[in-house]
């Protein structure tokens, strides 16, 4: 048997590979809408009604360090990330189930730890925890969270429906979960020297102060799905023609909507909603905070597109921004860049990990879902944008956006 | 905060109190018809059919070794061990999410041997594999299977039905899944051996014959749901009274029925369907094969009771034993051993594995469901009969199961 190591051939074309195994099998559920390739699969309910699922995997050192964060965090960023895809399918989440594979330093009130953080914002979100799986694990701790949720077939919102012409929008914030991270990872390794520089010191006595950096760890640690948004659309009858969560990066989540929608898109840089917080962070490291928006990801915020005719609905919600229009494929997918240069985001990495040259298999960073979709976004991808094709000279620099303004 | 081992205060405890923490999350699913405590949870649809569900977490090292599991088998294992979950309630299985995290020796080639087999079996049991969730893993391989399925409302078959008169019921036979394990666990060792003595070995020309252990080497890497079992069932319109899948041992499984039911039994050691080839490896090994069947585990068939009346409707299905009757709790529940004693079960250990002195976590053995339902089954109890309580002397030795003879 030939050896193929995943960053030979791409992320993309081992899902490709694996979709085509598998592809036999769903024929044989006529009530499959919808497999491999959305944040959720699809299957039709008798009444009507879509069930909407999805499965997320958290690998201890892949997606989370044990050192820098607390087990009720753990559990609760389980349940939210999976929440944040039934969001993104504009459905209703009901209920999941949490598998723990543990490793034998975990205790009974680590593992209640893990499971009451889980069920705090599960009774936040609404949504049953319904049974799960316990194991040993020689390595690590590892969780894996399935959820269930729910759409009215007339609701329920894909990937690929964006036109040209649709307002681009996301939900909250982004980049700021990356600017936590980075501290975070900061902080870590502070912990680890002084440890190592003092053998004998009782761990438990170690404090640090990083209330300034307060906002970003917690939309790290605990990042909130916008269940919210979601009801809101239900409340005001808006559909999004298309809608996918924030797991990687405004500029990622973006080509794929691209990719699924066969469409093109100019974002433009201003009119990312970046907190100061994050620019604050991100200048700390002497990085770019827009790379952070981009390709940081973990905001778990919503990514979507709307036809212009439902613009008027969606000014009730505050917490939204337009930040680009959809355009056709020929366009490509490309951000304004405050200086007024079109950068074309496909030929930025980013997404597609395993065909970078630095193998991010042994990388601490590398996660990713058979729909293309990174859940890990650990300092991959945040150096990359100095590789954005500053193609410039663009005659087009109106607002594209429309009339309303951030 | 305190540090309590899990082997302090026991599998079933810790299950309960993560019930517990859990419990208020289950109220707000109106449609939640039963949480933790089956082989799946089950959920009301709207056209009066019920959704059940089932999940399960495989780690390498804890449920399967790679040097003696082809990586097909362990993708078609992944699938039938949860399809043999949703056959326990008496339900149609519809379709599975798998994910899987990947450590970096893991090629293209070997993740599509795994999907190839999951697949396959997906393909035999009429089900879709709709997703999932791919992600690095810096340690070993794990597989998070979750599956789905479907019952009308009057056939399905919970743990907790069984009565007193009820006949049990066992499909196909028993102990020859742990009698595969024990041969391929000694063969891993010379293996081992063999490869450590001659280090320049080229591995892959390391042969040996298996041939005469075939039939118990398949039944441990390649067991089969018994769907076949549950469309007999519907067929001839059946509801078993309780049902359950032997992951653990017919002993163990017994045990659940009866705790969940509230009742008794007595099944009798002569009608354990034992192979001979079974009883031929425990023999090799200086073991009991009644052993095997009792606590050895993951032969994945089909534990039930059905009511007397039921007696005729069955007689068709031609891979199935009666092995004993349902009693009043209070007569516990035991087994007529080939002596006519009656050796009390419940005394024996082989299921709550965490209570034992051993303290398995450190021991490769310990997987445990929150239905207090074990599927790792390696080695753990089979050398435990001796501490059965053969308190003999009763004077019932008559045949207990009513007139059928296996």
């Known amino acids: ?11 993309f074309a081992l899902i490709d590979r694996l979709a085509t195994l598998i592809a036999p099998t769903e024929s ?10 959305d944040d959720c699969a699809v299957i039709e309910l008798p009444n009507g009604k879509l069930q909407v699922v999805s499965t997320d995997l958290l690998i201890e050192q892949i997606h989370f360090d044990l050192l820098t964060t607390p087990l009720e965090h753990l ?13 993104a399918m504009n459905a209703k989440p009901l209920y999941a189930t949490v598998s723990i594979g543990l490793s034998n330093n975990i205790s009974v009130e680590m593992i209640e730890q893990i499971y009451e953080g889980a ?18 694990s020689i390595t690590g701790l590892v969780i894996s969270v399935t959820i269930v949720g729910e759409v009215d077939a007339s609701k329920i919102t894909y990937r690929s429906g964006a036109k040209a012409g649709d307002l681009i929008c996301v939900t909250g914030d982004v980049g700021r979960s990356f600017a936590g991270l980075k501290v975070l990872m900061r902080e ?5 020297d002084t440890f ?8 438990s006595t170690y404090t640090a102060d990083l209330s300034e950096y307060q906002k970003a760890i917690e939309k790290h640690l605990l990042p909130k799905a916008r269940i919210d948004a979601v009801k809101f659309f239900h409340e005001v009858g808006l559909v999004p023609t298309s809608m996918i969560d924030v797991s990687d990066g405004v500029g990622s ?3 794929h909507l691209c990719r699924n929608s066969q469409v093109g898109a100019l974002i433009e840089e201003s009119k990312l909603p970046i907190l100061s917080e994050t620019r604050e962070i991100s200048d700390e490291f002497e990085d770019d905070g827009t790379t952070y928006a981009l390709f940081g990801g973990e ?36 951000m304004r860049d405050l200086f007024g240069t079109d950068i074309d985001l496909q030929s930025a990495s980013g997404f597609q990990h395993f065909t970078e040259e630095e193998d991010l298999f042994e990388d601490d960073d590398d996660a990713h879902d058979h729909d293309g979709h990174d859940h890990s976004a650990h300092n991959h991808s945040a150096h990359n944008h100095n590789e954005h094709n500053h193609n410039g000279h663009d005659d087009e620099d109106e607002d594209i956006w429309g009339e309303r303004k951030n």
């Open 188 to 192: 870590r390794q502070t912990m680890l």
């Open 253 to 255: 989540e973006l080509k």
């Open 28 to 37: 044989q559920l006529s009530t499959l809408k919808k497999g491999i390739g």
């Open 1 to 11: 048997m030939s050896f193929t190591r995943i960053s030979e051939i791409g992320e």
């Open 196 to 203: 190592a520089e003092n053998p004998d010191m009782d761990k």
């Open 299 to 334: 905001d778990y915020e919503l990514l979507f597109t709307i036809s212009p005719n439902d613009f008027d609905k969606l000014s009730s919600f505050k917490d939204v921004h337009i930040i680009g229009k959809v355009l056709d494929a020929s366009s490509g997918v490309k």
């Open 119 to 136: 069920a705090r914002v599960a009774k936040q979100y609404g949504i049953a925890i319904v049974g799960g799986d316990t194991s040993a």
């Open 75 to 87: 559990g609760a960023k389980a349940i939210s990330v999976n929440v944040s895809d039934i969001c």
